[in-house]
């Protein structure tokens, strides 16, 4: 038997989809597809200890990522890390209040960036994430595609200055109003260790790259264009330099009429979308480029009933002229019900 690393590439679906094929089923996988919905992956992270301890073992946070492959048989595993481990590779204090989210000591002025680690020092951190992405890259399942990710620039920065996620990223507003040239540094900085991380993780054995911009939506004008737009297509471009031939998929979400030109402007195999936008809207305006991802309501998964089944065929049928991923438009929830996403991968395969 192949193993997976033998396999053509081109028999992956999410591979064949990511590259402009239009299949007659989309291939599917959901943004926190590992996570608190599952019984396994709550018994795994009690064995772990806690959220930052499981990420960082290596053999724990490949099993969480293999948890839902086994259960549901998505095209895609993605790795299993957080967007927040950057941060901490670069310096800042990071850790999970229970019930609160992460905090993270803040970068609030020139001097604050200035003092950031540099680069090349991230790896001391983020060597067991690379080793998650080996043990993968051999145990997933060979028609399986391994994406790894990181998160966006701005939304990373969002963090880092307010030292916890907000919820409209007022103090990065306002340190980008106030002192341009520092916020400017801050995304640069982010820029460029998060090119490093996403090359180390290509080079471990991810097939393809996703960059989480969550708070892109709250960017306007020529502030979208220099701290959404741009660092994306430094990274992507970067990759591409590196890796040609791994695929990059960019979701800056809530990016409404903004998403329409974003992968052509960014330079991405794929454009994932929220469900603030309609499918319909977007298949005409969004998939005229090339592939999309999205872009079912999470809280249909909690919900369930015909409305989750009559929602999924409507969303693929109004992306069936191209090439689609299915996915949600936004990480599936806790309270998600697991048989709910059985009942939405039925409707989706027939």
């Given at each position: 038997?192949?193993?997976?690393?033998?396999?053509?590439?081109?028999?992956?679906?999410?591979?064949?989809?990511?590259?402009?094929?239009?299949?007659?089923?989309?291939?599917?996988?959901?943004?926190?597809?590992?996570?608190?919905?599952?019984?396994?992956?709550?018994?795994?992270?009690?064995?772990?200890?806690?959220?930052?301890?499981?990420?960082?073992?290596?053999?724990?946070?490949?099993?969480?990522?293999?948890?839902?492959?086994?259960?549901?048989?998505?095209?895609?595993?993605?790795?299993?890390?957080?967007?927040?481990?950057?941060?901490?590779?670069?310096?800042?204090?990071?850790?999970?209040?229970?019930?609160?989210?992460?905090?993270?000591?803040?970068?609030?002025?020139?001097?604050?960036?200035?003092?950031?680690?540099?680069?090349?020092?991230?790896?001391?951190?983020?060597?067991?994430?690379?080793?998650?992405?080996?043990?993968?890259?051999?145990?997933?399942?060979?028609?399986?595609?391994?994406?790894?990710?990181?998160?966006?620039?701005?939304?990373?920065?969002?963090?880092?200055i307010a030292g916890r996620g907000t919820p409209d990223q007022g103090p990065a507003h306002a340190f980008k109003a106030a002192d341009r040239a520092a916020f400017s540094?801050?995304?640069?900085?982010?820029?460029?260790?998060?090119?490093?991380?996403?090359?180390?993780?290509?080079?471990?054995?991810?097939?393809?790259?996703?960059?989480?911009?969550?708070?892109?939506?709250?960017?306007?004008?020529?502030?979208?264009?220099?701290?959404?737009?741009?660092?994306?297509?430094?990274?992507?471009?970067?990759?591409?330099?590196?890796?040609?031939?791994?695929?990059?998929?960019?979701?800056?979400?809530?990016?409404?009429?903004?998403?329409?030109?974003?992968?052509?402007?960014?330079?991405?195999?794929?454009?994932?979308?929220?469900?603030?936008?309609?499918?319909?809207?977007?298949?005409?305006?969004?998939?005229?480029?090339?592939?999309?991802?999205?872009?079912?309501?999470?809280?249909?998964?909690?919900?369930?009933?015909?409305?989750?089944?009559?929602?999924?065929?409507r969303i693929v049928t109004a992306f069936s002229g191209g090439a689609h991923i299915f996915n949600l438009g936004h990480g599936?929830?806790?309270?998600?019900?697991?048989?709910?996403?059985?009942?939405?991968?039925?409707?989706?395969?027939?």
């Amino acid at each position: 038997m192949k193993n997976r690393n033998e396999v053509n590439m081109t028999q992956k679906t999410i591979l064949r989809a990511l590259s402009g094929e239009r299949l007659p089923t989309p291939p599917v996988w959901m943004m926190r597809q590992a996570g608190r919905y599952l019984p396994e992956y709550r018994a795994t992270r009690a064995q772990a200890g806690d959220f930052l301890s499981l990420c960082y073992n290596p053999e724990l946070a490949a099993e969480v990522t293999l948890q839902p492959i086994r259960r549901y048989a998505f095209d895609a595993a993605i790795l299993f890390a957080d967007i927040l481990l950057i941060p901490q590779a670069l310096g800042l204090d990071l850790w999970f209040a229970t019930g609160e989210g992460p905090r993270l000591s803040t970068v609030t002025s020139a001097n604050q960036v200035a003092a950031l680690r540099s680069t090349d020092a991230i790896h001391d951190t983020l060597n067991p994430i690379y080793e998650t992405v080996r043990i993968l890259s051999r145990e997933l399942p060979r028609e399986t595609t391994l994406i790894g990710f990181a998160g966006a620039p701005w939304t990373v920065a969002t963090y880092m200055i307010a030292g916890r996620g907000t919820p409209d990223q007022g103090p990065a507003h306002a340190f980008k109003a106030a002192d341009r040239a520092a916020f400017s540094a801050l995304i640069d900085k982010i820029t460029d260790a998060t090119i490093e991380y996403l090359s180390a993780q290509i080079n471990a054995g991810a097939e393809v790259v996703k960059l989480f911009d969550s708070w892109a939506g709250s960017l306007k004008g020529q502030d979208f264009d220099d701290f959404a737009l741009t660092p994306a297509k430094r990274i992507i471009a970067a990759l591409k330099a590196r890796h040609p031939a791994t695929p990059v998929i960019a979701f800056p979400r809530e990016a409404g009429a903004r998403y329409a030109g974003f992968a052509r402007a960014v330079g991405a195999d794929c454009v994932a979308l929220d469900n603030s936008v309609s499918a319909d809207w977007a298949a005409g305006n969004v998939q005229t480029d090339g592939c999309v991802q999205g872009n079912l309501d999470p809280r249909l998964l909690v919900t369930g009933g015909d409305t989750l089944e009559t929602e999924t065929r409507r969303i693929v049928t109004a992306f069936s002229g191209g090439a689609h991923i299915f996915n949600l438009g936004h990480g599936i929830t806790p309270d998600a019900d697991p048989d709910n996403v059985t009942r939405m991968l039925a409707a989706i395969r027939g």
